[in-house]
C-alpha cells in the first residue's frame, strides 16, 4: 500500500531539529517482484520542536555532569575503572540520584514523553570527591526502567587529569602532578590494586616517568 507521512528528527546533544517527508509505493521490478518505492524530501519544521530541541540541549548539559558524594559509597574513580562489579552496582546508585533524576524527567517532559528516551546513549561525566572523573554511557534513562550504564573504556582520570588504567592495563609514560603528595596518592592508588611501578623524576616541577614493574 501507497503511504505519506512526516518524520521529525531531533538531536538533543546538539540542540537541533529536522522534518522529512516521506512516501512509499509498491511496485514491480523487472523480474515481476514486489518491491517498495521510498522516497524523502526536506519539509518545514515547526518552531515549537525547534525551540524544544534547544530548550532540551540546555538541559542535557546541566545532565551531563555528576557530582558523586563520598556518601554514595564511591570514593573514587579508581574503584570503577579497576573493579567492573564495581560499575555495575553504581547503576543502582545512579538510578537513585536526585540530579540525574530531575533533569531527565525535565528533558522527557519537554517533548511530552511521546518519543525514544532522550538520554540514550549519551555519555556523562562523574566526578567524585578526590577530584576524579570517568565517563559512562546511558543504555536507557526512562521513567520507569532501571537505569544502564557502561563504562568507557579509558575514561578514568585523576584530579590532575593523569589516566587512571582500567583493570588490565599498566601505568607507563609521562605523568604530571600538582603537587608531591597527589603523586603518593597515585601511587598509594595503584599499590592498593597491586600495580607495581617505577617512578622517575624527570627534573621538571611535578613531571615524572612512570614505567611498570614485571609481576614476575
Given at each position: 500500500?501507497?503511504?505519506?507521512y512526516?518524520i521529525?528528527l531531533?538531536?538533543i546533544?546538539?540542540?537541533?531539529?529536522?522534518?522529512?517527508?516521506?512516501t512509499?509505493?509498491?511496485?514491480?521490478?523487472r523480474?515481476g517482484?514486489l518491491?517498495?518505492?521510498?522516497?524523502a524530501s526536506?519539509s518545514?519544521?515547526?518552531?515549537?520542536?525547534?525551540?524544544?530541541a534547544?530548550?532540551?540541549?540546555s538541559?542535557?548539559?546541566l545532565?551531563k555532569?555528576?557530582?558523586v558524594?563520598?556518601s554514595?559509597?564511591?570514593?573514587s574513580?579508581?574503584?570503577l575503572?579497576q573493579n567492573s562489579s564495581?560499575r555495575?552496582?553504581f547503576?543502582?546508585w545512579?538510578a537513585?540520584?536526585?540530579?540525574?533524576?530531575y533533569w531527565?524527567?525535565?528533558l522527557?517532559?519537554i517533548f511530552?514523553?511521546?518519543f525514544?528516551?532522550p538520554v540514550?546513549?549519551i555519555?556523562?561525566?562523574?566526578?567524585f570527591?578526590?577530584?576524579?572523573?570517568?565517563i559512562?554511557?546511558?543504555?536507557?534513562?526512562?521513567?520507569?526502567?532501571k537505569l544502564?550504564l557502561?563504562?568507557?573504556?579509558h575514561?578514568a582520570i585523576d584530579s590532575?587529569?593523569?589516566?587512571?588504567p582500567d583493570?588490565?592495563?599498566?601505568?607507563e609514560?609521562?605523568?604530571q602532578?600538582?603537587?608531591?603528595?597527589?603523586?603518593?596518592?597515585?601511587?598509594?592508588?595503584?599499590?592498593?590494586?597491586g600495580?607495581r611501578?617505577?617512578?622517575?623524576?624527570?627534573?621538571v616541577?611535578g613531571?615524572?616517568?612512570?614505567?611498570p614493574?614485571?609481576?614476575?
Open positions: 500500500m501507497s503511504s505519506a512526516t521529525h531531533v538531536s546533544p546538539h540542540g537541533l531539529a529536522g522534518s522529512f517527508y516521506v512509499s509505493r509498491p511496485q514491480l521490478d523480474f517482484e518491491e517498495t518505492i521510498v522516497t526536506r518545514t519544521t515547526p518552531q515549537s520542536l525547534i525551540d524544544q534547544k530548550r532540551a540541549q538541559y542535557m548539559h545532565a555532569k555528576t557530582r558524594p563520598n554514595s559509597g564511591y570514593r574513580a579508581w574503584e575503572a564495581s555495575d552496582r547503576d543502582d545512579a537513585q540520584n536526585d540530579s540525574l533524576k531527565s524527567a525535565q522527557i517532559s511530552g514523553g511521546l525514544y528516551d540514550a546513549g555519555e556523562l561525566l562523574f566526578e570527591e578526590d577530584g576524579s572523573q570517568l559512562m554511557k546511558a543504555a536507557t534513562l526512562r521513567s520507569g526502567t544502564r557502561s563504562y568507557i573504556r575514561s590532575d587529569g593523569n589516566r587512571i583493570a588490565g592495563s599498566s601505568i609514560g609521562t605523568y602532578f600538582s603537587s608531591q603528595y597527589k603523586l603518593e596518592q597515585y601511587i598509594q592508588k595503584a599499590a592498593e590494586y600495580i611501578l617505577r617512578v622517575i623524576q624527570t627534573g616541577r613531571r615524572v616517568i612512570i614505567t614493574i614485571d609481576r614476575t
